[in-house]
């Protein structure tokens, strides 16, 4: 199983995400630039400050050449992983619903949180227990997670809240403590907490290794 | 031509800054300030200024959460 991990210029958190990915599979890093994904079975969008968050947070990352490549992957079933500002772009570019808005707490927070598994049949959870929590750190000063009203129920109603946060911690202010959404088909899915940054019991957690191996389980599944 | 494209958070989106600006007036002595909202604006020079529309909607603004206004710049104004 081959993870590509895009790197925007601003991006600060794709080395991470590459060791992270690397722990279940091969990873390599693409290039802003480049249209080639290099053959791989899954992409990360990684988190950061990709073009320096001109505009809105992820509004011009989702204009960049590899983009194009990823919303041809994404549409042809390929799975498509946003963290944090990876969730932005991915929202920016229409592959997810909703909008990351500057946090309601006004402040950039870095917190570990404890999230919910809403769904444990996708992708992106398959590898959690049944009412397993998983503890991953946020960092981010624009993570409130907004849809209309009619876009929240349709979501809840079609199982792509993935994750929610303990509503003790949304300190984001995200509407229904969402903490990640999934698209329709199931194969695009983004969070603001740092999965990469919790695979290592040195620093506290190893939860996030779930995420990404239920990547892999999926892959391997789809290719068995 | 020169344009100007006004950029505000849509009615009823929480805006953080907007309110953080008006906790701050009161201890500058400016009392009565209610309803600060920020957002931002784009000066633009631009050929064909029917783009704007589509340039405001893909790029400039969010429409799902922002609004945004277009203003032509009258060139004898300037």
């Known amino acids: 199983m081959k993870f590509g991990v895009l790197r925007f210029p601003g991006s600060c958190d794709e080395v991470d995400a590459q060791l992270a990915a690397s722990k279940v599979g091969e990873a390599v890093l693409l290039w802003h630039g480049d249209r080639d994904l290099q053959d791989v079975d899954a992409v990360i969008v990684p988190g950061g400050f990709s073009y320096g968050d001109y505009l809105r947070a992820g509004a011009i990352a989702r204009f960049s050449p590899v983009m194009e490549s990823v919303v041809r992957f994404a549409s042809g079933g390929g799975l498509v992983l946003g963290i944090c500002n990876g969730f932005q772009v991915l929202c920016e570019a229409g592959l997810l619903p909703g909008a990351l808005l500057p946090n309601a707490n006004r402040r950039f927070t870095f917190r570990q949180v404890s999230l919910e598994v809403v769904e444990r049949g996708t992708s992106f959870t398959s590898q959690c227990e049944e009412g397993e929590r998983l503890s991953i750190p946020a960092k981010h000063g624009s993570g409130r997670y907004y849809a209309d009203e009619a876009t929240l129920d349709a979501l809840e109603a079609n199982g792509q809240v993935v994750l929610r946060y303990d509503p003790a911690e949304n300190f984001n202010g995200s509407l229904r403590d969402i903490a990640g959404v999934r698209n329709e088909a199931g194969n695009v899915f983004g969070l603001m907490p740092h999965p990469e940054h919790a695979v290592d019991a040195l620093t506290g957690s190893t939860d996030g290794l779930r995420i990404f191996e239920s990547m892999r389980a999926a892959v391997e599944g789809a290719y068995a | ?78």
Request: net charge negative; hydrophobic share 45%.
């Open chain 2, 1 to 78: 031509m020169r344009a100007r494209v006004l950029v505000r958070p849509k009615e009823g989106i929480l805006d953080p800054q907007g309110e953080a600006v008006e906790r701050a007036l009161p201890a500058l002595g400016f009392g009565g300030v209610s309803e600060v909202r920020i957002g931002r604006m784009v000066e633009l020079e631009i050929d064909d200024p029917s783009q704007l529309e589509e340039i405001s909607g893909k790029l400039l603004a969010n429409p799902l959460v922002e609004d945004f206004e277009i203003e032509l710049l009258d060139p004898a104004a300037q």
